[in-house]
């Protein structure tokens, strides 16, 4: 899983460098591709299962459980060991 998050954590740096005004918050990531931005850590019944979250201090979480209709029931942390 290191090499997945690792892969994360570079989308979400690469994507922050683009986007200077969003340098704190959470990256969403889907699919390898960075598909929005939030301030915090939010509901994660608003993003659907499988989806990636990247703070700023490199953090990543997955959506798990639920559907894509209803939304993922929880953020989980992956290898929270930085």
């Known amino acids: 899983m290191s090499q997945l ?3 994360l954590r570079t989308t979400a740096t690469q994507w922050r460098a683009a986007n200077q ?6 990256v969403l990531i889907w699919e390898n591709a960075v598909y929005g931005w939030k301030n915090c850590l939010r509901d994660a019944s608003h ?14 979480f997955i959506s798990e459980g639920g559907d894509d209709y209803n939304g993922a029931k929880c953020w989980v942390a992956i290898n929270p060991t930085i």
């Open 5 to 7: 998050t690792e892969a």
């Open 21 to 26: 005004d969003h340098h704190r918050g959470v």
């Open 47 to 60: 993003e659907r299962p499988g989806a990636y979250a990247v703070d700023e201090a490199g953090h990543v």
